[in-house]
């Protein structure tokens, strides 16, 4: 297998050839066009066409290609950040390691390949201090529910509120509601090495240090 570039540069131009690994039995990555004013970085999770279908990649490397070469074009990229060197390493010792083709063992490493994909999105509504001419009952109720539970689904608020949702819909066209996209999957925040734990018991802080004492011992 080819060598690795690492993570810091993107690469866009004409001259340049994305080497992209599958995640199925193939003996090496395969190399791909890319688009002009597409941004491909090494790690970069990718479709591009294999055969007859279009298919789940990691670019591999990104290499100087010579530009004579008929080669089929990446398809999309995903929004997500690119897999990283080490990991990149990992795969391919792994690979050597165990004798298999590092397409299998890319495989094994993204097993979730929903999770590339951009989160899903809810439409939810909030209140914008406005106020239409025209009030009746079942509106007043909305913009209560709506000054109690917070942004929400329409579904929600006319649950809450005991109305249809046309009476959201007709808020939110008076200006009287304000609809926003939000992603549904956020990711998980990144991990504070330096946050406190909770708090120990004087006997878990006992078999804690006892369990220190051991590894320093090597035991």
Request: hydrophobic residues 40%; charged residues 20%.
């Amino acid at each position: 297998m080819a060598g690795f570039r690492g993570c810091g540069l993107c690469y866009g131009r004409r001259m340049q050839t994305a080497r992209i690994l599958f995640p199925l039995p193939l003996p090496e990555p395969f190399d791909y066009a890319i688009p002009d004013r597409m941004a491909i970085e090494p790690g970069a999770y990718v479709r591009a066409p294999l055969g007859k279908h279009e298919r789940t990649g990691v670019v591999w490397d990104v290499v100087e290609s010579d530009p004579d070469r008929e080669l089929k074009s990446i398809a999309s990229v995903f929004p997500t950040p690119p897999m990283g060197l080490a990991m990149r390493r990992f795969i391919a010792f792994c690979a050597r390691y165990n004798v298999a083709g590092p397409g299998q063992v890319l495989g094994m490493a993204l097993r979730s390949r929903g999770g590339l994909s951009a989160s899903p999105t809810q439409t939810v509504y909030e209140l914008t201090g406005h106020r239409t001419n025209r009030m009746p009952p079942a509106r007043e109720k909305v913009l209560a529910a709506a000054q109690s539970v917070g942004p929400a689904s329409a579904a929600d608020l006319a649950r809450a509120a005991e109305v249809s949702s046309s009476v959201i819909k007709g808020l939110a066209e008076a200006g009287s509601l304000r609809a926003q996209v939000l992603p549904t999957d956020l990711p998980f925040a990144v991990p504070d090495p330096s946050r406190s734990g909770p708090s120990l018991t004087a006997e878990q802080a006992r078999a804690g240090q006892d369990l220190r004492d051991a590894v320093k011992a090597g035991g």
